[in-house]
């Protein structure tokens, strides 16, 4: 009788260490995975928030207008002072507007640059009639379209993965095309980093001068070409009305029509 409520006790405490054991296994399994999930969204967040803390991706611009003395003399300034700070022009263009000279230029510099460049090229500025400076702030875009394009290129590699194995036709050309759209996809998102990129490295300034006198040009007008110029505007204004003419032409000849028509009434009535 001892040894069967023995035995029968060491049964009772085998059973119940071995559930005690199932029960804190499965409760160690399922916080491990429940860490993971409640981790893998603060974790993202996380590492963003450090980018976009340390590594801000600003886009700079500015628009610069002002008066000069002389253009001749602003752009060799200009051109030396872009040399001095790795700047280079992408857009220059001139010419007359409303009696005034003016210069527009287009600059591209080093993000790092863009302070002392402006700095450094007012110094010789007596006012300006324009001067906008913007800092656009696409940190959020840079870091979404880099995450895109990091899963488009790992659901790429799964796809590239499950192609080996594929044995029909039918799978073969439903992973192909499925393919060719997420390549499409990468394609468009490596152009807006890159676009992204170069936008954020090289800053964009517009400068805008003028002076309203001929010789800020750096040439000297004459008055014998100012006369062959008076003369060259009169024949352009002469062929333009002649032009005009020719666009016209149509009700011109409808009103010789009428005109001759009403007047024959006219004489015809007065016979009568």
């Not at 807006?192 to 003028?210: F, G, K, P, Q, W």
Request: glycine share 4%; with cysteine.
């Amino acid at each position: 009788m001892k040894t069967f409520c023995l035995r029968f006790f060491m049964c009772l405490l085998f059973i119940s260490c071995k559930e005690n054991f199932t029960e804190v296994d499965v409760a160690e399994n399922t916080s491990s995975f429940s860490n993971i999930s409640n981790l893998s969204e603060p974790v993202r967040e996380e590492s963003i928030n450090k980018l976009m803390t340390h590594d801000l991706k600003i886009i700079k611009t500015a628009r610069l207008r002002y008066p000069t003395q002389d253009l001749k003399t602003s752009f060799e300034t200009l051109s030396k002072v872009a040399k001095i700070y790795k700047a280079y022009i992408q857009n220059d263009n001139s010419g007359t507007d409303y009696g005034s000279y003016y210069r527009n230029v287009t600059i591209r510099i080093p993000n790092t640059h863009f302070d002392a460049f402006i700095t450094e090229i007012s110094k010789g500025v007596t006012h300006f009639d324009v001067k906008e400076i913007a800092a656009q702030d696409v940190t959020e875009e840079f870091v979404d379209v880099t995450a895109r394009l990091k899963a488009k290129r790992n659901l790429e590699s799964r796809y590239l993965e499950i192609v080996k194995k594929a044995t029909k036709v039918s799978e073969i050309l439903e992973i192909e095309k499925e393919l060719s759209k997420i390549r499409e996809e990468i394609e468009v998102a490596e152009g807006r980093l890159h676009y992204l990129e170069n936008r954020v490295a090289m800053s964009t300034i517009s400068i805008e001068m003028y002076t309203e006198k001929a010789e800020g040009t750096g040439t000297r007008v004459s008055y014998g070409s100012k006369m062959w110029n008076a003369i060259t505007s009169g024949f352009n204004g002469l062929s333009s009305f002649f032009l005009g003419l020719l666009q016209i032409w149509p009700f011109i000849l409808i009103f010789v029509v009428v005109f001759i028509f009403v007047r024959r009434k006219i004489r015809n009535k007065k016979k009568l």
